[in-house]
C-alpha cells in the first residue's frame, strides 16, 4: 500500500516563499511519476506540477510557471515543490499524488485521473 504525506505548509506573506515535501512509501518510488495538485475553498483540485520518474522531465501550470519548481530525490523518496512569490491567490490545500508506473518511462503527467495514489494535503495560506 502506497502512502503519500506531505509536509511544509503554512502561513506566509504575499511574496515570500515555501518548500512542500512529499515522503512515501510502500513502493520502489522510481516507479512513481509525481504530480502536486491544489484545491481552493469552493474550487476544483488543480493540476500544479508534475515530474517524471527520473525528474528529468517536469511540467507546470501556466498559473506558477516561473514561481514554482518541482523536484525529487529517489533516494530520499521525496518529492519537493519549491514555491517562491506567493501570491494571496495560491492559498489552497496543496496534495501530492503519484502515479504506478511498470514499465521506464520518461513522461509526466497532468490529469488528476492518471493518478493512482494521493496524499492528505498540506494547507498553504498566502496572506497579503
Known amino acids: 500500500q502506497v502512502q503519500l504525506v506531505e509536509s511544509g505548509g503554512g502561513l506566509v506573506q504575499a511574496g515570500g516563499s515555501l518548500r512542500l515535501s512529499c515522503a512515501a512509501s510502500g513502493r520502489t518510488f522510481s516507479t512513481l511519476a509525481m504530480g502536486w495538485f491544489r484545491q481552493a475553498p469552493g474550487k476544483e483540485r488543480d493540476f500544479v506540477a508534475a515530474i517524471s520518474v527520473y525528474g528529468g522531465n517536469t511540467y507546470s501550470a501556466d498559473s506558477v510557471k516561473g514561481r514554482f519548481t518541482i523536484s525529487r530525490d529517489n533516494a530520499k523518496n521525496t518529492v519537493y515543490l519549491q514555491m517562491n512569490s506567493l501570491k494571496p491567490e495560491d492559498t489552497a490545500i496543496y496534495s501530492c499524488?503519484?502515479?504506478?508506473?511498470?514499465?521506464?518511462?520518461?513522461?509526466?503527467?497532468?490529469?488528476?485521473?492518471?493518478?493512482?495514489?494521493w496524499g492528505q494535503g498540506t494547507q498553504v495560506t498566502v496572506s497579503s
Open positions: 499524488a503519484g502515479k504506478a508506473l511498470s514499465y521506464v518511462s520518461y513522461r509526466y503527467f497532468t490529469a488528476k485521473n492518471d493518478y493512482d495514489y
